[in-house]
C-alpha cells in the first residue's frame, strides 16, 4: 500500500504552524490544538470581563468534569480513579508523600528517567530513609529491561518509571513491570509526560498510578496535569492538601476534613483553570483520532527519520529493537557540536531540541514525510 508523503494525521487546520515550520520538537512541546488554545483564551476572557458572573462557584466545582472524564478515556481508567492539577510534577509529589515508602525500602528507577519523575520520590526517601537505586544505561543510553525487571525485589516498595524515557525515548511495557512489581509487593508507578498521546496507555494492565502533564504529546497547554491512581491509592492521605481536598469544597470548616473516597483527593486548590478546558479539547482530539492511529503514524515518520539519519552517518541512542522505540529519536552527528548544530538547524527552520550533548528530534501526528525529507535536507546541507 502507498503512502502519501504529505498526509499529515493531526490535520493542518487544527496545527497551523505544521505547515510553517519543520517543527520536530513534541518531547519539548508540542504545537497546541488551535482549539484547546481559543478555549482557554473564551474562558480567560470571560473571567476578565465579568468575574464570577462568568465562573461561579458550581462552574468552579465543576471545571475539572470534562477533563477527568477524557483522562479516564485515555487511561482506559473509571473517571473515579483520576485527578486533575497544576502539572505532573506536583501530582506525583502528592502521590510520593502518600505512599511514603519507609525505611529499608527501595524505590527504583533507571538513571534515564527525567528529574521531575524521580525528584519527588527522592523528597521522601531524603526523609523516610528508603533507599533510591538505580538501574543504569549503556553508553547508547538504552537501558536492559530484563536487568531491570531482575532488580526488583521484596525490598522494593515502588518501581517508578517514565514509560517513554525523554532522552532515548525508550519505552517500557507496562504490563510487565507491573507483574513483576507486583510479585514482590511493589507498586508501579509511571510518568506518562513523555507517553501520553503518543502511545498507548492502559492501565488495567496493572499500573497502580500513571501521571503526566498535558504540553508535549498531548497538544495541550502549560498548567495542566492528570494522574490516574489505582483504588487502594485512593484510600491514602496526599502530600499536598488545600481547600479543594474536601469532598465538598464549599464546606470551609478548617477544622474538618473529610476526604472525597476516589482520587479527587489529590486535587487541593485552584489552579489556571483555563488550562484544563484547553487540554480537554486536545485530549478530546487525541482520542477521536485514535491513539493507536497516532503510534502507526508517528512509527513510520520516525523509521523513516532514523533511515534517514543514519544513511548521513549519525549515530542514533536508545534500542535498536524497534519495539522499545517511540517517535523520540536522539542523535549524535560524528565531528559535529550537538549545540552549534542544533542552532544551525533552527535558523534552518527545522525545530529539534539539544539535550546534554545529543540532538533530539520528536514528531508526532501533525507532521508527515515531507518534513522529515525536509529536516534530513537541511543536516545534509549543514553537515
Ligand atoms: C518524563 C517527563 N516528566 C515530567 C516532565 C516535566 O514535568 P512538569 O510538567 O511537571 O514540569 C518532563 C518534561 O520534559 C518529562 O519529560
Known sequence: MSFDNSFRLGAADVFPPAERHVYLDAASVGLSHKGGAAAISRWQNALAEEGTIAFDEQAEVECL??????????FNADPDGIAIASSETVLMQS???????????????????????????????????????????????????????????????????????????????????????HRHGALLVVDATQSAGQVPIDVT???????????????????????????ALQQLNPGILGWRSHKDMWDFQPDRLELP???KRYEFG???????YGAYESVRHILDTGVDRIAAHNRRIADHLIDGLKGLGAEILGPEDKAHRSAIVAARFPGRNSREFAQTL??????????????RFSPHYYNNIDDIDQGLAAISAHL
Not at 468534569?65 to 485515555?74: R, Y
Not at 503526566?212 to 502549560?222: A, E, I, R, V
Not at 485552584?270 to 484544563?276: D, E, I, K, L, P
Open 65 to 74: 468534569d470534562n477533563l477527568n472524564t477524557a483522562a479516564a478515556g485515555l
Open 95 to 181: 502521590l510520593a508523600w502518600a505512599v511514603m515508602p519507609a525505611k529499608g525500602r527501595r524505590v527504583l528507577a533507571t538513571n534515564n528517567t527525567h528529574p521531575s519523575t524521580i525528584y519527588p520520590w527522592k523528597r521522601v526517601c531524603d526523609h523516610t530513609g528508603a533507599e533510591l537505586t538505580w538501574m543504569r544505561a549503556d553508553s547508547s543510553l538504552t537501558i536492559d529491561v530484563d536487568a531491570l525487571e531482575d532488580m526488583i525485589d521484596d525490598d522494593t516498595a515502588v518501581v517508578v518509571l517514565s514509560h517513554v524515557e525523554w532522552g532515548s525515548g525508550q519505552v517500557y511495557e507496562l504490563a510487565r513491570f507491573a507483574d513483576a512489581a
Open 270 to 276: 485552584t489552579m489556571a483553570y483555563g488550562t484544563a
Open 346 to 359: 533552527k535558523e534552518a527552520n527545522v525545530i529539534a531540541s539539544l539535550r546534554r550533548d545529543f540532538i
Open 205 to 231: 494492565t496493572g499500573v497502580d498510578a500513571v501521571a503526566t502533564s498535558t504540553y508535549k504529546w498531548l497538544c495541550g497547554p502549560f498548567g495542566t496535569g492528570m494522574m490516574y491512581v489505582a483504588p
Open 261 to 263: 473516597d476516589t482520587a
